[in-house]
């Protein structure tokens, strides 16, 4: 066993680094639905293969013809005349022993028609060049049963993800430049003992350049309080003092020449950082005051009965903060004193993440559900997190389809500049018309790429007209379009491919945040946009 984990600590090594051990676990545990094995659908399913996700199934009732073979790498001229799903499925399970592969040679019509409820069992399902009737039907499956649905296209040099999920909790959003939490505002008694064991004036010159900076900025807050009525620095002239007279603490030699200590340099370099107010953000005070936290039932997912009891934590013994996250930066400082630092916040986020876990064990117990249903693991991490929480919810493509709930505003105001992303959207929108008038996209053959231009700029004022929008498409768009064809340019699959796979691998290990809810990649520019739609 300890073999087998060792080469798989190898084999994923940057990645675990990346999401841990519990990440890559529930990449193991997910089983992904991928809907046609198209260029762009290969291309995810083959970045989502190497990282190690547990099981994929390709639906797709196609037959592999001579064009697919052109642009699709997971496809070869042997595979010609045989089942698309298939095929695919042989050549992606080559790239990882570890992932199982399934295929099932039907159109996804056909399962909707005969068996919708074979897509409830899919940790979630992603579909590949879809036409918009199939997508609507096999969304508003996905929505009731609380599938995610990733929805991906490439039309030429345009591509599209539409993300449909109505609840995602985030739990490990890594934010970048996350502040510390430090609570030098706010120190907690032993943290408070701590900063009183140290006497900065009494010192060696060793153990005063050994110091951490976060006990040194602690003594000269506490001193400038004193002196200032207990109200910290705030404005750039304070802090700007406040750093002074951290300066003027550094050791002096016999010639009364300061001595080069470092650590003094990181505690005047971290004055701004050390000194931000411990306080909720805003977004954690919105999910507070959410529905799902206050209204707790037997129904009610792990997520939101942590987050209550870390509410309930926060009114109680966090009088108003969050409990503590338990780490500190890296600095300066002798060994011992840093793990005795750390040994301080770590005691105190372990104390504080057992108060919560008592709040959630009343939680469970008074909607009848067993107390280990949520493991003391669980609650640690969350605590730690609790800064950082997200939720995503998205709307149903039901409500971004209908002309009563369309979002007109975002439209509107995202086409005051004519060339902006959105006029790819409702360029895809119109070509989805195009299909469902005449079973085909406009200009797949050369010499029909002429004739559907006027039979595409109906397709596409009918759109503009229906939802009541007041904007203009220039026919430059209307001509690129026929002249894509519906083509699938291999350069713009992979680049689709990279991207929707790092998002499916966000709702598959709920860490880092995924887009909500559209996004539109144009090759031609190399830029991309995100809407919400």
Known sequence: MAAIKGSKEQKYDRQLRLWGDHGQEAL???????????????????????????????????????????????????????????AATELLQELNSDVSGNFVEESPDKLLDNDP???????????????????????????????????CKTYGLIGYMRLVVQEHTVIESHPDNALEDLRLDQPFDEFKNHINSYDLTSMEKKDHSHTPWIIIVAK??????????????????????????????????????????????????????????????????????????????????????????????????????LPVRGTIPDMIADSQKFINLQN???????????????????????????????????????????????????????????????????????????????????????VDRFYQLHSRYPGVYNYQV?????????????????YNLNVNIKDDYIHEFCRYGAAEPHTVSAFLGGSAAQEAIKIISHQFVPFNNTFIYNAMSQTSATFQL
């Open 28 to 86: 193991e545990n997910a089983h992904v639905c991928l809907i046609n094995a198209t260029a762009t659908g290969t291309e995810i399913l083959k970045n989502l293969v190497l990282p190690g996700i547990g099981a994929f199934t390709i639906v797709d009732g196609h037959t592999v013809a001579g064009e697919d073979v052109g642009n699709n790498f997971f496809l070869s001229s042997n595979s010609i005349g045989k089942n698309r799903a298939q």
């Open 450 to 466: 002429e004739e559907d231009i006027s039979k595409l700029k109906l397709c596409v004022n009918s759109l503009l007209q229906e």
């Open 220 to 321: 000269y807050l506490d001193r400038w309080l004193s002196e200032h009525d207990c109200q910290p620095p705030k404005n750039y002239k304070e802090k700007e003092t406040f750093r002074q007279m951290i300066r003027e603490g550094i050791m002096k030699n016999e010639n009364g020449v300061p001595e080069d200590e470092e650590n003094f340099d990181e505690a005047i370099k971290n004055v701004n950082t050390a000194l931000n107010p411990t306080k909720i953000s805003r977004a954690i005070e919105e999910l507070f005051s959410s529905g799902q936290c206050n209204n707790i039932t037997a129904q009610s997912s792990s997520f939101w009965v942590m987050l209550r009891a870390v509410k309930e934590f926060v009114h109680n013994e966090g009088n108003g903060s």
């Open 344 to 430: 301080v916040y770590r005691e105190k986020a372990l104390q504080d993440a057992a108060a919560v876990s008592k709040h959630v064990e009343s939680l469970l117990q008074s909607v009848g559900k067993p107390v280990e249903s949520i493991s003391e693991k669980d609650i640690k991490l969350f605590c730690k997190n609790a800064a950082f929480l997200r939720v995503v919810c998205c709307r149903s493509l039901a409500e971004e389809y209908h002309v009563d709930s369309v979002n007109k505003d975002e439209i509107t105001s995202c086409m005051d500049s004519p060339d902006s992303e959105m006029v790819f959207y409702l360029m895809l929108r119109a």
């Open 117 to 151: 409820e074979f897509f409830h069992r899919f940790t979630i399902v992603i579909g590949v060049q879809l036409p918009e009737s199939t997508c609507l039907r096999l969304g508003s499956v996905l929505w009731s049963a609380s599938v995610p649905f990733l929805v």
